[in-house]
């Protein structure tokens, strides 16, 4: 369990009170010391702050080669109960462009949700080159448009060409429904959101919730482990899963309701959601839409184009890694890096190439970051598409002599297909695994097999966590007094052990022991409404998260599966890849310290 510095509890980051408690809990109310504050990855332990400007970080202008230094995260916090302390000054907001780190307007305060936060010390001094995935990280797609279209052709597939009920075609798509870090158990139809010691604590079979009962009946009353994988189960680790995940909860309810109409069992309608899903990649259908008009389906981000500029002068290398192929990745590209003054969209602006010195298309990853990987690299002319074999990046001249070589060999940026990292390693003169930094979206896809195969350093980029930190800060209070809570519930619980220990042993007469018992009920009493109240309370506090899942990087007082992913592979983790540009490309990013149980009250001061 990672806990930050300064004031904490069990439960991750320190929680203090303000003049106006949160209402999920009244009307208990604590007394709680005003002078309390909030340390997020504090590098040292200071004295406390009241009524303060939260500073959220150190601000040092620099102009030419001066470094600026600056804590990660906050480094102390002034509490007063508003949210808005939480705002740093936004440049853009002024006018003045994206306020990338290295320009005029730079060194400001960072808002909480755009912090980058750091798992294990990363010197961005020894990076040498950063890698970029395109899809869920550079561009960031629209889940109300791209997700519901993808949705909307996976049911289209199941229709007409897997012979599923017509019924399916009135269905609709909620994009906010499901949640990154799910399971879902193929073989009984049920969706799953487990701890980090993968213990189920919220489970649904399609859109209803399993009691307690049947979650310890189905999941932990076996002899041997179940270890949540393939094949049996299905792992929600990227944003592109979640329609796949909602169409299957409904074919689960659909199936129930309606017996006969779905012959295939629950482990075959997932395996024909799949399908249908890379049918819809496979004919093109999904792409060609976004290339026909990409502002409705990707978000437009100003930032990008400064941030890899800011990087490529600090004199790093940057390079560009993706599954997808050429065509598509030009117009993607285009669109998030090309001027803005384009109304067309086609293919045929190469510009952004100048951001970037290798741009590997068709990775096919995972299995690019495995060097054994016997996949041939095959260069890319930028213009036709055409592709020409190379000898490990070297160009190897074409039997047919009248075929031109590409014609973009001699520029700066060389586009290729293909390959395993080795290449990439060798057409960037990588001398060691962790000079390279990458950053991705997919926890399995990018940035488990990049650490573990290669030693690469990770950046994670998880959208989601800007809300998730700022209702954080939001339901501080809430998160304090749930604590207390069970802190109570645990004192009380004792004094019945205490109790019935002594009514056992120590020998009491008849008028003692009729106070016992009836000290003994009330004790119990208290307890069974303590317990209510926490479990009503916590469940209000996780619905303010989401409706139906809760926290995305907890489960109860746990870190999630999701969380644990988290904290053991990615280096760093942020909610937007244009972070990056709000801090120095020369910073030493630095974790908080570690806490054991036993060491939180102690050093934890």
């Known amino acids: 369990m990672r806990n930050p510095k300064g004031r904490s509890f069990s439960f991750g980051v320190s929680l203090f009170s303000s003049p106006n408690p949160n209402p999920i809990l009244e009307p208990l109310t604590f007394p709680f010391s005003s002078s309390s504050r909030i340390l997020f990855n504090s590098s040292i332990f200071s004295s406390a ?16 080669n001066k470094q600026h230094r600056s804590s990660i995260m906050m480094d102390a916090m002034g509490v007063d109960g508003k949210t808005s302390q939480l705002k740093g000054t936004n440049c853009s907001d002024l006018g003045q462009g994206p306020c990338i780190w290295s320009s005029p307007e730079g060194g400001q ?12 010390s990363l010197n961005m001094k020894n990076i040498v080159a950063v890698g970029f995935d395109m899809d869920y990280t550079l ?19 199941l229709v007409y060409d897997l012979q599923y009920p017509s019924e399916l075609l009135d269905w609709t798509f909620d994009w906010k429904y499901m949640v990154r870090g799910l399971v879902l158990d193929k073989k009984r139809g049920n969706i799953l959101k487990m701890d980090r010691h993968k213990y189920v604590k919220v489970a649904y079979h399609g859109f209803r919730e399993m009691s307690k009962e049947d979650k310890v009946a189905t999941y932990r009353s076996t002899l041997t482990r179940d270890s949540f994988d393939e094949p049996d189960y299905a792992l929600i680790d990227t944003l592109f899963s979640l329609a796949e995940a909602y169409l299957f909860a409904q074919l689960v309810d659909f199936k129930d309701k309606n017996p006969g109409k779905i012959l295939a069992d629950y482990s075959r309608m997932y395996k024909d959601v799949r399908a249908a899903v890379d049918l819809c990649h496979r004919d093109g259908t999904l792409k060609q839409m976004v290339a026909k008009d990409p502002r409705r389906y990707i978000e437009e981000d100003t930032s990008i184009v400064p941030m890899i500029k800011m990087i490529k002068e600090s004199g790093r290398a940057t390079f560009l890694v993706t599954n997808s192929l050429w065509d598509y990745t030009n117009i993607v590209m285009n669109f998030l890096c090309g001027e803005k003054t384009v109304s067309s969209w086609s293919a045929t602006n ?65 586009v290729f297909q293909g390959g395993n990292v080795g290449h990439l390693h060798k057409l960037l003169s990588i001398e060691s695994s962790s000079q390279v930094l990458y950053i991705g979206d997919h926890i399995y896809g990018d940035i488990l097999h990049s650490k573990k195969a290669l030693g690469w350093r990770t950046m994670l980029v998880v959208p989601e966590l800007e809300r998730e930190v700022e209702l954080l800060w939001q339901l501080r209070d809430t998160r304090k007094q749930l604590q207390l809570l069970r802190n109570e519930r645990d004192h009380i619980e004792d004094e019945i052990h205490h109790l019935k220990w002594s009514i056992r042993f120590d020998g009491v007469n008849d008028d003692n022991g009729e106070k016992i018992l009836a000290e003994l009920d009330k004790l119990k009493c208290q307890s069974e409404q303590v317990r209510l109240k926490h479990q009503r309370a916590q469940r209000e506090c996780h619905r303010m998260f989401h409706k139906v899942w809760g926290q995305l990087m907890k489960t109860g007082h746990q870190n999630s599966r999701f969380a644990h992913q988290v904290e053991r592979f990615a280096c760093l983790y942020t909610s937007q890849v244009t972070n990056l540009s709000l801090y120095s490309p020369d910073k030493c990013y630095r974790p908080g310290e570690d806490f054991m149980p036993h060491e939180i009250n102690i050093l934890a001061l």
């Open 49 to 64: 702050l009241s009524g303060q400007f939260p500073s959220r970080r150190k601000v040092n202008h620099c102009k030419g």
């Open 109 to 120: 305060k960072i808002d909480i949700g755009k912090q980058i936060f750091c798992n294990r």
């Open 139 to 157: 561009a960031q797609y629209k889940p109300e448009t791209f997700e519901s279209l993808a949705y909307e052709g996976t049911v289209r597939k």
């Open 350 to 414: 190469f510009d952004w190439l100048q951001y970037f010195d290798v741009v590997i298309t068709g990775s096919a990853k995972p299995g690019f970051f495995h060097d054994e990987n016997r996949a041939n690299l095959f260069e890319v002319d930028p213009e036709s598409g055409m592709l020409l074999n190379t000898d490990n990046g070297t160009p190897m001249p074409p039997v047919d002599t009248t075929l031109r070589l590409l014609s973009n060999i001699d520029k700066s940026c060389r």
